[in-house]
């Protein structure tokens, strides 16, 4: 099968057509995926009505696959799949002020996915199921092009700067329920690196501010207003893709280049579900180091 590509913006998206992923993906289609995957950083595909065993399976011709629960949960999900709604298995929205609608409204923040775990992880593939009239899309800003469009001497500024990135910092933050101590032992502060180096050469900022507590050896003040403004810079509109969603679009996207966000939406109005799968990380984020911008200016 001939694929077709039609980048979606000048910083990063690309839009795949010509295949049809309710059957059995063949290496050849993966491998015309991959590439795009890749250099691009978000792969849309649309009218893909997936059960969630072929969704799973597609995802998994990309790498291997977290999971979210037994097989036997009412939901009927396939356990590498995870479910992002703001409605009950019923159908019935969630009532204001539940828990779950908080935790929903922090993917209107800019965010990478997973950013305070040891080895982050790689993507996230979402399938829509439902989606609001109005709002509820998903907006991703590439990290790349965000630090590659920045002055030399700024660039190597940042090379060799860490961040605390913490889950309990975000629940603290935020006023979400207390860790539990199992979980707060399971989910210690993770050192990452600023700005990672990725295999294929190319750097990028490594943001996720909701987790961000510090920037190693500074005080909380100063860490959040260089947060902030590094996000501002990154976060223009040249280095973004909006993505309005469809029932049955797939969207994929690369969490350890990207930055993305939820537009706001009338949540306890309109239905907003997606099924999700997850493509662990294969690795530690790479710190780049300053011979990298030294072999950037030679090429």
Known sequence: MTLRLRQLAPALGVEVSGIDLTGSIDEGDAAQISPAFEQFGVVVIRDQPLDVHAHARFAARFGRLGTFRRPADRDGMVPEIFRLANTDLDGKLLPEGSDYLRTLQLNQLWHSDSSYLPIPNLGTVLRCLEVPDEGGDTIFASMIAAF????????????????????????????????????????????QPLVRAHLDGRRSLFLSPPYMETIVGWDAGRSHAFVAELTEWATQERYTYRHRWRPDDVVMWRNDCTLHRVTDYD?????????????LGTHPAMPASSRDEEQSQDD
């Not at 949540?267 to 493509?279: D, K």
């Open 148 to 191: 590659e469009d920045l002055p030399r001497a700024r660039r190597e500024s940042l090379v060799g700067l860490y961040a605390m990135h913490s889950f309990e910092y975000l629940v603290t933050s935020r006023a979400l329920p207390a860790l539990s101590d199992q979980d707060r032992a399971r989910m210690p502060a993770v050192k």
């Open 267 to 279: 949540m306890l109005r309109s239905p907003r579900v997606m099924h999700g799968t997850t493509l």
